[in-house]
DNA sequence: AAATAGCCTTAATCCAGATCAATGTTTTTT
DNA sequence: AAAAAACATTGATCTGGATTAAGGCTATTT
């Protein structure tokens, strides 16, 4: 009998297919140790102090992976849209108390495994070794682009460059949401914006 | 015939064997395809727009991958010293043409590898598959503490942290090195430990 | 349909850190 | 040992972006 999480495994084995090709026992692994969720828009998959329990891949929707400072400032490190994966590594590995937030921006599905279900499928099949150390290092490539970035452009520049790199994300995501990615506060971002405006005239 | 390079192989050995233990297979797997190489205090190990050929290990003595932007200014994300590993990884992976640098601040011994020898390595022991995995998530979580951190915190906030985390390299690298890692001028460097050397009385 | 809350914009003022400039100090090179 | 180069400090001035505040706009909620 086929349910409604199997079919949604799919978006997931295509991810990991595209990588490195699996075997059928392989799927099979996938679909008995990932398991669906849905998260309506504003919940949390991930509150500040609690552990993070998830590896999380996105099917459907977005969510954001954002600090709150000491004074009460969002900072969002990263969002993830559609095959995107999301979580606090260091919490999750480590078992600590995590300093990172994760909620849902809209309804959103993510496929997701516990780490001691991860941990079971790198013993059974060494192949997951080799798919998460490509996914890490795809990952750790595109948050260290983001730190050249935030390093070496006005913020300006960063707005430009996210809407050439995201242009899908600017339609879903208030200005809110996207001065705390770029960094500014939205009354500046809204200033970039009519700066722009004036000068593509 | 034991020659230098042989001996020096020792720290990485030790470094992986404290991720997982290694079998003799394995070890000499690492003696054949890992090379030590001396740079020189200033010595290039990486320029910018060259592609990034080695995944470097750091045996003794310090460098730092940084980029310069569009004014001149310098930018380090990273320091390397005794059991730290240093590379463009987008570079090395892609085959992309740098962005950024690498240098040495000190005479300095790395064990290095190429990227075709570090998939037959992936390939003739897969256990490298998970021992990278591994590596590759310390760096990930550090960088994005490094990234938090360069969020929310001041300049004298994340000098007292720096402090506090590499107290061994505040007597190795001059207060330039130190601006250009915290993301700020050397004069305001200055500034800050004026600062906090008058409320420290 | 009204009420409430969140979103966006504009303007006035403020501040952390940059820039420019001058001077002294330490290190490296010759 | 002298010269050159890099490093460190201090002061005066400037600026990108924050803060505060107010008004209009747009979605949800009731």
């Not at 954002?66 to 606090?88: C, P, R, S």
């Not at 013993?123 to 890490?136: C, E, S």
């Not at 242009?167 to 208030?174: A, G, Y």
Request: hydrophobic share 40%; glycine share 2%.
């Amino acid at each position: 009998m086929t349910d409604v999480a199997d079919v949604s495994v799919q978006p997931l084995l295509d991810y990991f297919n595209r990588l490195i090709p699996l075997s059928t026992e392989e799927k099979e692994l996938i679909k008995s140790k990932f398991h669906s969720h849905l998260f309506l828009k504003k919940q949390f998959a991930l509150q500040h102090g609690d552990v993070c329990e998830y590896f999380n891949f996105v099917v459907r929707g977005c969510m954001r992976l954002y600090m709150v400072d000491d004074k009460g400032v969002y900072h969002i490190l990263q969002f993830a849209t559609e095959n995107y994966w999301i979580l606090d590594l260091t919490s999750f590995h480590k078992k600590f108390p995590a300093k990172l937030n994760i909620d849902a921006l809209e309804d959103t599905v993510v496929l997701r495994i516990t780490h001691s279900d991860l941990l079971d499928l790198y013993i059974r099949a060494p192949k997951f070794d080799r798919i998460f150390r490509v996914l890490l290092e795809n990952h750790f490539m595109l948050q260290q682009q983001r730190m050249v970035q935030l390093f070496s452009s006005t913020a300006e520049e960063r707005y430009q460059l996210f809407l050439e790199t995201y242009p899908h994300l600017l339609n879903r995501l208030s200005q809110v949401q996207i001065a705390a990615y770029l960094g500014v506060t939205p009354e500046f971002l809204s200033r970039i914006r009519s700066r722009m405006a004036k000068s593509d005239k």
